[in-house]
């Protein structure tokens, strides 16, 4: 018997999603890496990957127990729970505790979790991570975007977060804070805290704390809001920056006991979804948050290697007339190039897409425009100086800690020639 195929089958596809494009930043990295693959030499300042490797001791806690089959409880694996209720505790003066935390299989997917959860608005500040504003349209929220500017180091301030309050008084809205932050690699100061924490307090928000690059504040002085707001603060953290481990997706919130009822939510849906983080994973990460000298000296070696970048390709784009912040942590430059607005609107370059497209087709630049960060004008684009190789170097500053970094490090080379790359182009334009 022959089975009739029908070649118009309807499909009924979920009409948000099919408004929402796949993520910027790993878009930019496929792409990065077909041209590679086509043998264009790109340097790829688009994805914001760690460049290091995962701490030998995460490695070797891994060994150990990858024969770890069975399902842990759906919140996660205590003795984890407890590693980053320490940790916590210790680095943010808190008192978090095992109870209140929550494990999933990164940040990412537990920040979808809590949108899902949580029946209100959502606050972002312009700019922000990538993938902030898709998850809120993908489940039909609002997202109020707040502007910042460069003279602020792009940080929401809190006349800014009280004049939006003021006019969206009566909705219940969840903010979100990021530092070290995503685009722009600047941090917030004690006294910006308090006064979010004033406003975050006075009108009754919910803060989500993203603190994935924590321990990359170059500094070592990373501070959470929720030291000053704790009773309304979700802390969200993980390895996948500041240990390399992106690829080993293990993340984590930590409530406060105030929003207990949020968490028990979240952990009804996730007993749903993702049931449980790989077991190996969570038994191998334990270290990451335990005090040691191993991954003392793994997180100090880092900091220094990303300062000293941060540093020289901030001075080296400005240079170039390309406007940089310098970065306090993590590993990006939100770059300006207003200064050739000019020359490049002669091109038919009008906006940050245009623009991001053209450096990559004519200097093999690869970065991510603005607009996917929130910021809806100006020719600005998110730059990730991560592309060098980030073993040998952390090897060699382990090995003798005064190792001086510079625009001379052999390493670091081509990374840096991005400034001139892009610099030239524009010059000739």
């Not at 004690?190 to 975050?200: F, G, H, T």
Request: net charge neutral; aromatic share 8%.
């Amino acid at each position: 018997m022959k089975i009739a195929v029908s070649s118009d089958l309807p499909l009924p596809l979920s009409a948000a999603l099919q408004n929402v494009p796949k993520s910027a930043t790993l878009a930019i990295n496929e792409k990065s890496k077909q041209l590679q693959l086509e043998g264009k030499d790109i340097i790829r300042l688009g994805l914001g990957q760690s460049p290091f490797p995962v701490p030998d001791i995460m490695t070797q806690n891994l060994k150990t127990n990858a024969s770890a089959k069975d399902y842990m409880a759906v919140q996660g694996f205590l003795p984890l729970r407890e590693a980053i209720a320490s940790f916590i505790n210790r680095t943010e003066l808190l008192n978090r505790t095992a109870e209140n935390i929550i494990i999933g299989p990164g940040s990412k997917e537990l920040l979808f979790g809590l949108q899902m959860v949580l029946n209100c608005d959502l606050i972002l500040p312009a700019p922000s991570w990538v993938s902030y504003e898709p998850q809120a349209r993908l489940l039909g929220k609002k997202v109020h975007w707040l502007p910042c500017s460069a003279k602020d180091g792009w940080k929401l301030t809190a006349q800014t977060l009280e004049k939006h309050c003021q006019s969206n008084s009566t909705e219940q809205q969840l903010l979100i804070l990021n530092s070290p932050n995503n685009p722009s690699g600047t941090c917030f100061a004690e006294n910006e805290l308090k006064a979010l924490a004033e406003i975050a307090a006075k009108y009754k928000l919910i803060v989500l704390s993203d603190e994935i690059y924590s321990e990359l504040h170059y500094q070592g002085l990373h501070q959470s809001i929720a030291r000053y707001y704790p009773q309304g603060t979700i802390i969200s953290n993980g390895i996948s920056k500041w240990a390399g481990a992106g690829g080993w997706r293990l993340g984590f919130f930590s409530f406060p006991e105030r929003l207990k009822q949020v968490l028990d939510l979240m952990v009804v849906l996730a007993s749903e979804t993702f049931t449980s983080v790989s077991a190996p994973i969570q038994m191998a990460s334990i270290c990451a948050f335990e005090e040691s000298p191993e991954m003392q000296n793994y997180i100090i070696a880092c900091r220094k290697i990303m300062q000293s970048i941060g540093s020289n390709f901030s001075r080296l784009l400005n240079q170039q007339q390309i406007a940089v912040v310098e970065p306090e942590g993590a590993f990006y430059n939100l770059a300006d190039f207003s200064s050739y607005r000019q020359k490049l609107m002669s091109k038919g370059i009008n906006n940050d897409l245009e623009l991001s497209q053209k450096l990559l087709e004519n200097t093999g630049v690869a970065g991510l425009p603005g607009k996917d960060f929130g910021l809806q004008q100006g020719l600005i684009m998110r730059l990730a100086f991560v592309d060098f190789d980030g073993s040998k170097l952390l090897q060699q500053v382990l090995s003798n800690p005064d190792t001086t970094l510079n625009t001379e490090t052999d390493e670091l080379c081509r990374l840096f020639s991005a400034a001139e790359r892009m610099g030239n182009w524009l010059q000739d334009l």
